[in-house]
């Protein structure tokens, strides 16, 4: 089982930026691909960006490219989402979420690829 906890959200104006965290423990020996979604009210969860294990592949929404960063630093079992030029349309609860990986390399952009999720963080941008 991995736990994840997510920080770092808040209230920004536009334009602004904001770094996300999400810490894991638990059974972290595993090779985990880890991701980020978001979920703005009245909406589905949606993609924003994901990671792999190795952190030599990323794969962004196009509605991060561009403005948003993923890193990991897999000695801290903590991923990050550095996040950039902040728009209102950004605002919602990120959640970050983990998967036992195929590979080192390999990282996953659907929802259902994803066995463990954080609590979320709110981000709010105003305009």
């Known amino acids: 089982q991995v736990r994840l906890v997510e920080s770092g959200g808040g209230l920004v104006q536009a334009g602004g930026s904001l770094r996300l965290s999400c810490a894991a423990s638990?059974?972290?020996?595993?090779?985990?691909?880890m991701g980020w979604f978001r979920q703005a009210p009245g909406k589905e969860r949606e993609f924003v960006a994901t990671?792999?294990?190795?952190?030599?592949?990323?794969a962004y929404a196009d509605s991060a490219k561009g403005r948003f960063t993923i890193s990991r630093e897999n000695a801290k079992n903590t991923v990050y989402l550095q996040m950039n030029s902040l728009k209102p349309e950004d605002t919602g609860v990120y959640y970050c979420?983990?998967?036992?990986?195929?590979?080192?390399?390999?990282?996953?952009?659907?929802?259902?690829?994803?066995?463990?999720w954080g609590q979320g963080t709110q981000v709010t941008v105003s305009a």
């Open positions: 979420a983990a998967t036992v990986a195929r590979s080192g390399t390999a990282y996953y952009t659907g929802l259902n690829g994803y066995d463990y």
């Open positions: 638990g059974r972290t020996a595993s090779r985990y691909a």
């Open positions: 990671i792999s294990w190795s952190a030599s592949n990323t």
